[in-house]
């Protein structure tokens, strides 16, 4: 499928720290892509990178087909962008930081008014767009950012964690709206929603430390583990890290942890697990869990190392 964003060899550093290092990523035409990842991993600088906001230091860019340094403006009017941070004017009622933003992209005054409306009932701050956004709720300035956005139709939606703050019931409109306008729209998000990610999300792309280390669609990501199961032993009480040594003896065993009263650990084969399991039988276990990895499970390996 053509590629509506690519990224090639973007490389960003921001007061001498690198943000971003020989990144490259495409993003197909008329899809939903999440890119996931740590604070700081990098996620919210291909955004701004692709809006804009900040230059990048290498590498090419395009939106639509074309290089977003030579044909910014052209790049500029196709794309909504909805930041993580609130940058509603505060000193201007709502329905003005909208209504300007509209005439920033040039949609007609009626178009301006009905789309204003419109989203203002769907999200319930109709009776707040003559208020300053320093009188409404975080969760309800979100939703704002997100329909302002939204304005001007754009062909290309990119959301840097864009249900952060919100309410469930504002959560559930927001991915409605992108599911009834998915199919005309490309759509890259950042989150670090994992079920957000695994349900919304077409493609999926792990960051971390500046690149893109893992890709794909879900299925294609959780099967890159080969069957990896994650196992949990929980028990009544607390254990010792002792406990720890029965797997040295292992290989096969990843990531062996105590959190709280439970051994968990990570492999292919369930006689690992037996295994485990008659080394502590005679301990007070109070139950157990066996889960094919998911989109958490593949991410915290990747990033603490051990299931690459």
Not at 113 to 123: G, V, Y
Not at 205 to 211: L, T, V
Not at 237 to 261: A, C
Not at 265 to 283: A, M, P, T
């Amino acid at each position: 499928m053509e590629a509506s964003i690519t990224l090639k060899s973007i490389a960003k550093k921001i007061d001498k720290e690198v943000v971003l290092a020989d990144l490259s990523i495409g993003v197909e035409n008329n899809s939903n892509h999440a890119i996931i990842g740590q604070n700081g991993s990098g996620k919210s600088s291909i955004l701004k990178i692709l809006v804009g906001i900040i230059e990048k230091d290498a590498g090419i860019a395009y939106i639509d087909g074309k290089d977003i340094s030579t044909r910014s403006n052209e790049t500029r009017m196709m794309t909504g962008y909805m930041p993580q941070y609130i940058d509603l004017d505060d000193e201007i009622t709502i329905y003005e930081n909208l209504f300007i933003y509209s005439q920033l992209f040039n949609v007609s005054e009626d178009k301006a008014k009905l789309r204003i409306q419109n989203f203002s009932e769907i999200f319930d701050f109709k009776e707040f767009l003559f208020e300053k956004s320093s009188n409404l709720s975080l969760g309800m300035l979100r939703s704002i950012q997100f329909c302002r956005a939204l304005l001007h139709d754009p062909k290309i939606l990119l959301l840097d964690q864009p249900t952060s703050g919100m309410d469930p019931q504002n959560k559930l409109k927001l991915w409605n709206i992108i599911d009834r306008i998915g199919n005309d729209k490309t759509i890259l998000f950042s989150t670090q929603d994992f079920s957000e990610a695994e349900k919304y999300a077409d493609r999926i792309s792990i960051i971390h430390q500046g690149d893109i280390k893992m890709d794909g669609s879900l299925g294609t990501l959780v099967n890159a583990t080969k069957g990896l199961n994650k196992f949990e032993i929980r028990f009544k009480h607390s254990v010792d890290e002792e406990i720890l040594s029965i797997f040295n003896d292992m290989p096969t065993v990843l990531k062996p942890t105590i959190n709280g009263n439970s051994i968990e650990f990570y492999s292919n084969s369930k006689n690992d697990f037996f295994k485990v399991l008659r080394h502590v039988i005679d301990l007070e276990i109070e139950n157990i869990d066996i889960n094919f990895c998911r989109l958490l499970d593949l991410y915290l390996g990747l990033v603490e190392n051990g299931l690459e």
